[in-house]
Nanobody, 122 residues
Framework: QVQLVESGGGLVQAGGSLRLSCTASGRTSNSGAMGWFRQAPGKEREFVAAIKWSLGYTLYTDSVKGRFTISRDNAKNTVYLQMNSLKPEDTAVYYC???????????????WGRGTQVTVSS
């Protein structure tokens, strides 16, 4: 069983930056990839980015390309989401999740963290 803990959320002005972290513990060997999702009030949870543990292959949703960067530190079992040029529409609870493959499909992720709030003011 993999446990995931997110950190790094907060309040930032538009144009600012935040870095989210997600540390995995437990049976991480069963997880081939990690993803970040977000959920704004009244909206469905949506894919943001994903990364493969072994080769670092990445996948992004179009709305964050060029602004967000996902990375990982295998030695620390930690995945990061560097978010630059933040916009008010990026406001959401951000969740990290574990999957066997790099994918944007929510159903493929079987373990989730509790989430961290990101609020971008205009």
């Amino acid at each position: 069983q993999v446990q995931l803990v997110e950190s790094g959320g907060g309040l930032v002005q538009a144009g600012g930056s935040l870095r989210l972290s997600c540390t995995a513990s437990g049976r991480t060997s069963n997880s081939g990839a990690m993803g970040w999702f977000r959920q704004a009030p009244g909206k469905e949870r949506e894919f943001v980015a994903a990364i493969k543990w072994s080769l670092g292959y990445t996948l992004y949703t179009d709305s964050v390309k060029g602004r967000f960067t996902i990375s990982r530190d295998n030695a620390k079992n930690t995945v990061y989401l560097q978010m630059n040029s933040l916009k008010p529409e990026d406001t959401a609870v951000y969740y990290c999740a574990a999957s066997r493959t790099v994918t944007s499909t929510l159903a493929a992720y079987n373990t989730w963290g509790r989430g961290t709030q990101v609020t971008v003011s205009s």
